[in-house]
C-alpha cells in the first residue's frame, strides 16, 4: 500500500487525479442510490472532506530540529516534511468512507 501511495503522491497533477476520479466515483454512488443532488453531494462531500483534513493534518509531524534549515520567523513547531499530497489522498479515503456511511444514517435523500 505504501509504494502505491508513494507513487500517486509523487507530483500534484498525479495526486488530483486521483483524488478526482475517487470523488467523482463518490458523487456517482451518492446520486445514484441515495437520490442526492449533484450539488448536494458534492458540498456536503466537501464539507466532510475539509473537516477531516484538519484531523489528519498533524499526524506523523516532526518539527524541524536540524538547526540549518530552520530560516528567520520559522514557527519552531514546523513540520520539517508535511507530507500534504499523501495526507490529501488520506483524506479524499476517509472522507469517502465516512461521507457513503453518514448518507444513509443521516437520511439526507434529495439534499
Do not use: C, H
Given at each position: 500500500?505504501?509504494?502505491v501511495l508513494d507513487?500517486?503522491?509523487?507530483?500534484t497533477?498525479r495526486?488530483l487525479?486521483?483524488?478526482?476520479?475517487?470523488?467523482?466515483?463518490?458523487?456517482v454512488?451518492?446520486v445514484?442510490?441515495f437520490?442526492?443532488?449533484?450539488?448536494?453531494?458534492?458540498?456536503?462531500?466537501?464539507?466532510?472532506?475539509?473537516?477531516?483534513?484538519?484531523?489528519?493534518?498533524?499526524i506523523?509531524?516532526?518539527?524541524?530540529?536540524?538547526p540549518?534549515?530552520?530560516?528567520?520567523?520559522?514557527?519552531?513547531g514546523?513540520?520539517?516534511s508535511?507530507?500534504?499530497?499523501e495526507?490529501a489522498?488520506?483524506?479524499?479515503?476517509?472522507?469517502?468512507?465516512?461521507f457513503?456511511?453518514a448518507?444513509?444514517?443521516?437520511?439526507?435523500?434529495?439534499?
Amino acid at each position: 500500500m505504501g509504494a502505491v501511495l508513494d507513487t500517486v503522491a509523487a507530483t500534484t497533477l498525479r495526486t488530483l487525479a486521483a483524488m478526482l476520479a475517487v470523488i467523482a466515483l463518490v458523487v456517482v454512488i451518492a446520486v445514484s442510490q441515495f437520490r442526492l443532488t449533484v450539488f448536494g453531494a458534492v458540498a456536503l462531500y466537501f464539507v466532510v472532506w475539509w473537516t477531516l483534513l484538519f484531523v489528519i493534518l498533524p499526524i506523523r509531524n516532526q518539527a524541524e530540529t536540524d538547526p540549518d534549515r530552520v530560516v528567520p520567523g520559522q514557527d519552531p513547531g514546523a513540520p520539517a516534511s508535511p507530507r500534504l499530497r499523501e495526507k490529501a489522498l488520506w483524506t479524499t479515503a476517509l472522507a469517502s468512507v465516512v461521507f457513503l456511511v453518514a448518507i444513509p444514517l443521516f437520511e439526507l435523500a434529495g439534499l
